[in-house]
């Protein structure tokens, strides 16, 4: 019922009060201006995902599931926004996010379905709320898309901005316009996001954190930090900044290396603050004992250090044509308890426009990508230790391999229909396992009741 009432919702969107052929009166000044400081919109996007059974000679409590499964998910987003004025923001948004993941989520480190990367909650949550200030540093303005994260659509071309209050920092570290939204582009956590970057979050992808940008007309430099999730209970975030906390910091500069063709490239670092466990301990108790398997929780010390980098290119080469490139790393000797288990990852891919069949708001992409651990993560897991998603029972390391292509049509405006594919080498870095084909179709809807562009 709730999912029914929120798709009539977006479904409404779809049809403004300026239907063809029928009459509106004209808004007043005072009516028109409260509307251009108004943002309401919202999206509904629906996966179903599907996988034969595929070789494995052994499983173990976190291993990708051989025998085949079929699973779908929803995510529904409510995005509302106030302009208090020609500098400040709030903003606001309500999620629910339901289904399941294949293999309950477990098994891979490039898992299949990014709209599940937390954990399903059938009752509207708040996603985002948000205050958004820019301060002018020069008396030149320019244009910009608006949307809901900032309600202006000119602003001074030297600003700082700042938000503080519940976000994703993935709506403004580590975004690459050709491979980072699991709504129209690739389906791949490790597609989608770099691998490596542990980034703070309960378990739904939010958290409560304080982020300042300065933006020059070539070039952005963002900086936030935010809380991480309690070790106890990851749909908490602890509010300790003494005990855990993460740091993030981003340099962003715009170029056209190809002339006529915009294209950027981003380093990011990121130090993460907390209780964590030391792979090489617990490797080490298990060799002097003998026997179990290695258990990481049992060795974590608070006032532990991870840190990492990343690299992030995109570049359009023709007007159809345009290209991207992530590089991740992150320290290999402490745990993983955020996003994923990797400590170094390669991607890279290409989407194509379908004008160049005439079907211009069509969209092609295809990506590949290879995850690595370190010695000390690869060691923890073939001793048949258990991470936060990884675990066969023991391991013939690999790289993980994914290669990934989608295509998605717009049906009507606002409705967009996609296939998808991937084929997974070494799941979880087991070369005994897979290889895996994972199958998907996605629909999207979105729609906006007032997000006047002026």
């Not at 964590?276 to 080490?284: E, F, M, P, S, V």
């Not at 379908?354 to 001793?383: I, M, Q, T």
């Not at 070494?426 to 007032?450: K, M, Q, S, T």
């Amino acid at each position: 019922m709730k999912i029914r009432g929120a798709l009539a919702i977006v479904l409404s969107t779809f049809y403004s009060p300026c239907v063809a052929g029928q009459d509106t009166p004209e808004p007043t000044a005072k009516t028109s201006d409260f509307l251009n400081r108004i943002w309401l919109s919202g999206q509904i996007n629906i996966i179903t995902q599907w996988h034969a059974p595929f070789r494995s000679p052994y499983s173990g409590p976190n291993s990708f599931q051989p025998e085949g499964e079929m699973q779908t998910s929803r995510v529904l987003t409510l995005y509302t926004g106030l302009k208090l004025n020609d500098r400040t923001d709030v903003l606001f948004d309500l999620e629910t996010t339901n289904g399941k993941d294949l293999s309950r989520g477990r098994g891979l480190a490039g898992f299949t379905n990014l709209d599940l990367a937390g954990v399903p909650n059938d009752h509207p949550y708040v996603a985002r709320a948000l205050l958004h200030h820019v301060i002018p540093l020069s008396s030149d303005s320019i244009e910009v898309d608006r949307g809901p994260l900032q309600l202006s659509s000119q602003v001074p071309a030297r600003r700082l901005e700042l938000y503080a209050g519940k976000m994703s920092l993935l709506d403004f570290f580590d975004v690459n316009v050709i491979g980072s939204d699991s709504h129209f582009q690739f389906l791949n956590w490790t597609v989608d996001n770099n691998a490596p970057y542990g980034y703070p979050a309960d378990t739904r992808g939010y958290t409560y954190a304080v982020m300042t940008e300065y933006h020059d007309r070539a070039w952005v430099f963002r900086f936030a930090e935010a809380l991480t999730p309690k070790l106890t209970n990851p749909d908490q975030l602890d509010v300790d900044l003494a005990r855990s906390r993460s740091e993030n910091v981003e340099l962003e500069v715009h170029h056209k290396l190809v002339p006529g063709h915009d294209g950027a490239f981003r380093l990011l670092s990121f130090v993460d603050h907390g209780t964590l466990g030391d792979y090489r301990k617990a490797i080490q108790a298990v060799k002097s004992a003998g026997g179990a398997a290695p258990d990481v929780s049992l060795y974590r010390e608070p006032g532990q250090i991870k840190y990492g980098f990343g690299v992030n290119v995109e570049q359009e080469i023709t007007s159809v044509l345009r290209g991207f490139g992530r590089f991740g790393w992150a320290d290999g000797h402490k745990e993983s308890l955020a996003f994923t288990e990797a400590n170094q990852s390669f991607a890279g891919g290409l989407d194509v426009r379908g004008k160049l069949w005439r079907r211009n708001d069509d969209k092609f992409g295809a990506a590949w990508v290879a995850n690595a651990l370190s010695g000390d993560h690869r060691e923890y897991l073939a001793l048949g230790g258990l991470g936060i998603l990884l675990g066969d029972g023991k391991l013939n390391y690999r790289r993980e391999q994914i290669l990934e292509a989608y295509y998605t049509i717009k049906v009507w405006r606002g409705v967009y229909l996609a296939a998808d594919l991937q084929r997974i080498w070494n799941p979880g870095y087991n070369h005994d396992r897979g290889p895996i084909f994972v199958p998907a179709v996605r629909l999207h809807l979105e729609g906006a009741l007032f997000n006047n562009p002026k």
